[in-house]
């Protein structure tokens, strides 16, 4: 059994039309979100040590409801940083 990644397909994004502002729904390319396990994986750490540095903003991260989910560049760059 494979883990599969989250995909995230829509953002949000405010245009004025005529002196209004309003809420705009914008399609993207999909963008695959990595979970707390699979980050834990990749980092081979715990997935309570991964939320605990998301917490701490050392990890860059986002709260989807009561989930963290992780941008795999973002966790390629705090790679990168810490081999520094």
Same mark, same amino acid.
């Given at each position: 059994?494979?883990? !599969?990644? /989250? +995909?995230?397909?829509?953002?949000?994004?405010? /245009? $004025? +039309?005529?002196?209004? !502002?309003?809420? $705009?729904?914008?399609?993207?390319?999909? !963008? +695959? *979100? &990595?979970?707390?396990? !699979? /980050?834990?994986?990749? *980092?081979?750490?715990?997935?309570?040590? /991964? @939320?605990? &540095?998301?917490? $701490?903003?050392? &990890?860059?991260?986002? $709260?989807?409801?009561?989930?963290?989910?992780?941008?795999?560049?973002?966790?390629?760059?705090? @790679?990168?940083?810490?081999?520094?």
């Amino acid at each position: 059994m494979g883990i !599969e990644p /989250v +995909k995230q397909r829509i953002a949000f994004h405010f /245009v $004025k +039309k005529g002196g209004k !502002e309003m809420v $705009k729904r914008k399609k993207r390319t999909e !963008e +695959k *979100l &990595l979970n707390s396990k !699979e /980050v834990a994986h990749i *980092l081979d750490l715990s997935p309570d040590d /991964v @939320i605990m &540095l998301a917490r $701490k903003k050392k &990890l860059p991260a986002t $709260k989807i409801g009561r989930f963290w989910r992780f941008n795999p560049v973002c966790v390629s760059r705090y @790679i990168a940083n810490a081999n520094r």
